[in-house]
């Protein structure tokens, strides 16, 4: 079994900035990948980022290309998700998660953490 506990969600202005983080632990031998997903209220699972936990490659998706940034603290196997530039659109619930492969697809992550709040108002 793979734990994942994340944190770091708030309420924050158009503009501002959030960093999340995802603390992983268990049996962490098969896991080749940690990835940042968002679920907007009425709207699918969107992946956002993800890192490859032995190389360190890292993919993004379009909406979060440029504004957020994954990255990971190995001694700790703390990964974390740099959010830039908010916009009330970012709004959702974030999860982490780990899985064997490099990619943005939910289906390919078996281990999923609570969820962290990110809500982006006036």
């Known amino acids: 079994q793979v734990h994942l506990v994340e944190s770091g969600g708030g309420s924050v202005q158009p503009g501002g900035s959030l960093r999340l983080s995802c603390t992983v632990s268990g049996d962490i031998s098969t896991v080749r990948s940690i990835a940042w997903f968002r679920q907007a209220p009425a709207k699918n699972r969107e992946g956002l980022a993800a890192?490859?936990?032995?190389?360190?490659?890292?993919i993004e998706s379009d909406s979060a290309r440029g504004r957020f940034t994954i990255s990971r603290d190995r001694i700790t196997n703390t990964f974390y998700l740099q959010l830039g530039t908010l916009i009330p659109l970012d709004t959702g619930m974030y999860y982490c998660a780990a899985g064997a492969r490099l990619v943005l697809s939910p289906s390919s992550y078996n281990y999923w953490g609570q969820g962290t709040q990110v809500t982006v108002s006036h």
């Open positions: 890192i490859g936990t032995t190389d360190g490659l890292t």
